[in-house]
């Protein structure tokens, strides 16, 4: 197996224009007061869909009986039912800790931690955190060995493949980020153990190093992508989707397509061409489009998140391949307001999530929200 080393990627450093800001800071607006929360330091939970109309954590999402079932979707045109009402956590990350949040995944090992990556580039950097009642809390800084990114937007787990060790479960920490890149790279390390030494797990002044297992590329078979959503299937292969451009006002956009990348890297294959469904509540997908930030797949069922929402594709028969996944019933679940969704986890259950929020513009404190059944 290659050295990762010899596949270190050196990325220059991204631009934002002027137009990108007043967009960001009209999503602020759109976001509502649930920033003002998070600044404050304080745990925000209601029950979904209560009557604390003054939380826009409570009305993020309408709900409906839990008796409706989903409506099935094509591959075209999905439809959505809302979900039952939930509970909504939203905790404030400890300072100084991924405050880009750009992804994160569930631990195989310690189904109370959660790891996260930023998407600042540089050297390749995973944090971990344990979330109890009343909040999230460091649990480990892992810096890897000799590896740079320059837009690490995804993380997930998964097994290692065929191509790592057998009975271990991986992160894959994908550098897919950016509009117009020809190819992209998924950097996989043995999932850490979080422990309460610090010299194992690493703090965020004196991090722990991890060894790469293998950095793998792929490359686009068609034209340049954006991409922020990756997953992991039970082969080790890699789904990625696309994150088309924001739409002019008033137009549609393009569809979300789906890759399927081998496990050893290569060119990547267009499974299909959809649609995500537009959101019940459209606030900040009014200006950017309703464009997939992250994906996650969690038992029979694959979340994917946008600014606006969080879908559920649920498995319809135990066989069906994961790269069918746009074509099964799916549903709209009742999520948070954040300022800027853009990593999305499984609870493990079947039925929770979290979504890892970025700060968002003039903050400094990213933040997770919790969703429980």
Same mark, same amino acid.
Request: charged share 20%.
């Given at each position: 197996?290659? %050295?990762?080393?010899?596949?270190?990627?050196?990325?220059?450093?991204?631009?934002?224009?002027? &137009?990108?800001?007043?967009?960001?800071?009209?999503?602020?607006?759109?976001?509502?007061?649930?920033?003002?929360?998070?600044?404050?330091?304080?745990?925000?939970?209601?029950?979904?869909?209560?009557?604390?109309?003054?939380?826009? +954590?409570?009305?993020?999402?309408?709900?409906?009986?839990?008796?409706?079932?989903?409506?099935?979707?094509?591959?075209?045109? #999905?439809?959505?039912?809302?979900?039952?009402?939930?509970?909504?956590?939203?905790?404030?990350?400890?300072?100084?800790?991924? #405050?880009?949040?750009?992804?994160?995944?569930?631990? =195989?090992?310690?189904?109370?931690?959660?790891?996260?990556?930023?998407? &600042?580039?540089?050297?390749?950097?995973?944090?971990?955190?344990?979330?109890?009642?009343?909040?999230?809390? %460091?649990?480990?800084?892992?810096?890897?060995?000799?590896?740079?990114?320059?837009?690490?937007?995804?993380?997930?787990?998964?097994?290692?493949?065929?191509?790592? !060790?057998?009975?271990?479960?991986?992160?894959?920490?994908?550098?897919?980020? /950016?509009?117009?890149?020809?190819?992209?790279?998924?950097?996989?390390?043995? *999932?850490?153990?979080?422990?309460?030494? #610090?010299?194992?797990?690493?703090? +965020?002044?004196?991090?722990?190093?991890?060894?790469?297992?293998?950095?793998?590329?792929?490359?686009?078979?068609?034209?340049?992508?954006?991409? *922020?959503?990756?997953?992991?299937?039970?082969?080790?292969?890699?789904?990625?989707?696309?994150? !088309?451009?924001?739409?002019?006002?008033? *137009?549609?956009?393009?569809?979300?397509?789906?890759?399927?990348?081998?496990?050893?890297?290569?060119?990547?294959?267009?499974?299909? /061409?959809?649609?995500?469904?537009? !959101?019940?509540?459209?606030?900040?997908?009014?200006?950017?489009?309703?464009?997939?930030?992250?994906?996650?797949?969690?038992?029979?069922? +694959?979340?994917?998140?946008?600014?606006?929402?969080?879908?559920?594709?649920?498995?319809?028969?135990?066989?069906?391949?994961?790269?069918?996944? !746009?074509?099964?019933?799916?549903?709209?679940?009742?999520?948070?307001?954040?300022?800027?969704?853009?990593?999305?986890?499984?609870?493990?259950?079947?039925?929770?999530?979290?979504?890892?929020?970025? =700060?968002? #513009?003039?903050?400094? +404190?990213?933040?997770?929200?919790?969703?429980?059944?």
């Amino acid at each position: 197996m290659a %050295r990762p080393d010899a596949a270190t990627r050196t990325p220059g450093l991204r631009r934002t224009s002027p &137009a990108a800001v007043v967009v960001s800071l009209l999503i602020t607006v759109l976001a509502g007061c649930s920033t003002g929360a998070l600044a404050e330091g304080n745990r925000t939970s209601v029950p979904a869909g209560s009557a604390a109309a003054a939380s826009p +954590v409570s009305e993020s999402r309408r709900t409906e009986p839990a008796s409706e079932a989903p409506t099935a979707s094509t591959a075209g045109s #999905p439809d959505t039912t809302p979900a039952p009402a939930r509970q909504i956590s939203v905790f404030p990350l400890p300072a100084g800790l991924t #405050p880009e949040a750009s992804g994160i995944a569930r631990s =195989a090992a310690d189904p109370g931690v959660f790891f996260l990556v930023d998407d &600042a580039n540089g050297p390749a950097t995973i944090d971990a955190v344990r979330l109890a009642p009343d909040g999230a809390r %460091r649990a480990g800084r892992w810096l890897v060995d000799q590896v740079t990114v320059g837009n690490p937007e995804a993380l997930a787990t998964g097994s290692c493949g065929p191509r790592g !060790p057998a009975d271990t479960r991986c992160l894959y920490l994908g550098d897919i980020g /950016e509009a117009d890149r020809d190819d992209i790279a998924v950097l996989r390390v043995a *999932e850490p153990p979080v422990t309460d030494d #610090p010299a194992a797990s690493g703090t +965020v002044d004196d991090p722990a190093v991890l060894v790469a297992q293998e950095l793998v590329r792929f490359t686009y078979p068609d034209t340049p992508q954006d991409a *922020e959503s990756m997953a992991v299937d039970t082969d080790g292969a890699m789904l990625i989707l696309s994150k !088309p451009r924001k739409p002019a006002l008033g *137009e549609q956009g393009d569809p979300v397509r789906l890759y399927r990348g081998d496990p050893g890297g290569g060119v990547l294959t267009l499974v299909t /061409e959809f649609r995500l469904p537009a !959101p019940l509540r459209p606030l900040q997908s009014r200006l950017v489009g309703v464009r997939p930030t992250d994906m996650a797949v969690d038992g029979d069922r +694959v979340l994917v998140l946008t600014y606006d929402q969080v879908l559920e594709y649920r498995r319809p028969d135990p066989a069906a391949p994961l790269t069918d996944f !746009p074509t099964w019933p799916v549903q709209e679940l009742t999520s948070a307001s954040l300022p800027q969704a853009e990593g999305i986890a499984g609870a493990g259950d079947g039925c929770g999530f979290v979504v890892a929020s970025e =700060a968002g #513009p003039g903050g400094s +404190v990213g933040s997770l929200a919790t969703v429980t059944c």
